[in-house]
């Protein structure tokens, strides 16, 4: 199994582990909002990742340089998403000179984390923005904090490394987003698929 489809199920695994916390007293019952949100299970994630069949075609991009090694990128968007629960992004990091160097950062996060946690759907100049899921877990190593989202490799190429990130779905009739990666001009009006 290659690590791309590794890390939906390494992502689906330590949500269930995070979800799965054992208590002395019952669990509150939830009461129903009115804002149309719904809770996914890590199953539910992990099949929502499984099934997406993304274009590789880029709809938009944008180039510059990493803060952290000075080395020259483009990022394209392959896709944005729109379901009823959930919106997912796919985008390729890849070398803007083709060819393979060092893409360790943490600039799309928080060191020491090396994911896409800090990418951002906006919509109506700012008035809503989608950020990836994120989860907090416990292993016997420790705590710590992960996302519904690709984690950058090590290096790449001019072919670059497909990453993905699931989020909170878009509002509803959203045709176009603007796609923010930290350290990057801002992609505009980037179009929704249903």
């Known amino acids: 199994m290659s690590r791309g489809a590794l890390i939906p199920v390494a992502a689906a695994a330590a949500l269930s582990i995070a979800l799965a916390g054992c208590t002395s007293s019952p669990a509150p019952k939830p009461s129903p909002t009115a804002s149309g949100s719904s809770t996914l299970s890590a199953a539910d994630v992990a099949a929502k990742i499984a099934a997406a069949k993304p274009s590789t075609a880029s709809i938009a991009h944008v180039t510059g340089t990493l803060a952290t090694s000075g080395v020259g990128v483009r990022i394209d968007v392959e896709q944005v998403r729109a379901l009823a629960d959930s919106t997912m992004i796919v985008w390729r990091l890849s070398t803007a ?91 505009k009006d980037v179009p929704v698929s249903r």
């Open 97 to 187: 000179s083709g060819t393979k160097q060092d893409v360790s950062t943490f600039q799309f996060a928080v060191a020491p984390d090396t994911d896409g946690r800090n990418i951002a759907l906006s919509v109506g100049g700012g008035a809503t923005t989608v950020r990836p899921y994120t989860f907090r877990y416990q292993n016997r190593t420790g705590q710590g904090s992960s996302c519904l989202c690709g984690d950058i490799g090590p290096d790449t190429d001019g072919t670059g490394q497909q990453l993905y990130a699931l989020m909170p779905p878009l509002p509803a009739g959203t045709k176009t987003v603007d796609v923010s990666m930290p350290g990057f001009d801002v992609m």
